[in-house]
């Protein structure tokens, strides 16, 4: 996969099929970093989304599974429908370009407090996302 490959807009191709993401534990740090991925995936699944996450992808042996059709829609913009049984918090129309996971995790971090609406003059994280993608060089998003 080239560099152009990986991007949070949508230019990026995402193959035909998708197989399952299987994600096994490993070391401290990398089991927090999934546990934060797990909370953006959540997140983005609405009121049921930790129910979600719960029942179809954590596995009582500890790996993370999750399904093939699930990471298309995820990992792509909202041209993709999300498969059967899952919701959704929908991307804002003003960033439509933008794949879920991307604006899932802008979001879920302001909500969190981790973006404070000082620092940036805005209260609405899509703003803010439009800024940093304006002030840093396009690899930082690709």
């Not at 990471?71 to 991307?91: C, H, K, Q, W």
Request: charged share 25%.
């Amino acid at each position: 996969m080239s560099k152009s490959d990986l991007t949070v807009f949508d230019n990026a191709r995402v193959d035909d099929y998708v197989s399952d993401i299987v994600i096994y534990p490993s070391s401290w740090y990398y089991n927090a970093c999934v546990q934060g991925f797990l909370e953006v995936l959540a997140w983005g699944m609405g009121e049921d989304g930790d129910r979600l996450i719960e029942e179809h992808i954590l596995q009582s042996d500890g790996r993370v599974i999750i399904p093939g059709d699930l990471a298309e829609a995820i990992f792509s913009t909202d041209n993709v429908l999300m498969p059967d049984g899952y919701n959704e918090r929908p991307v804002p129309s003003e960033l439509k370009k933008m794949k879920r996971i991307a604006w899932w995790w802008a979001a879920a971090g302001y909500e969190a407090g981790f973006m404070r609406k000082n620092d940036r003059g805005s209260d609405k994280p899509f703003l803010l996302f439009q800024h940093w993608s304006n002030s840093y060089p396009y690899h930082f998003f690709s």
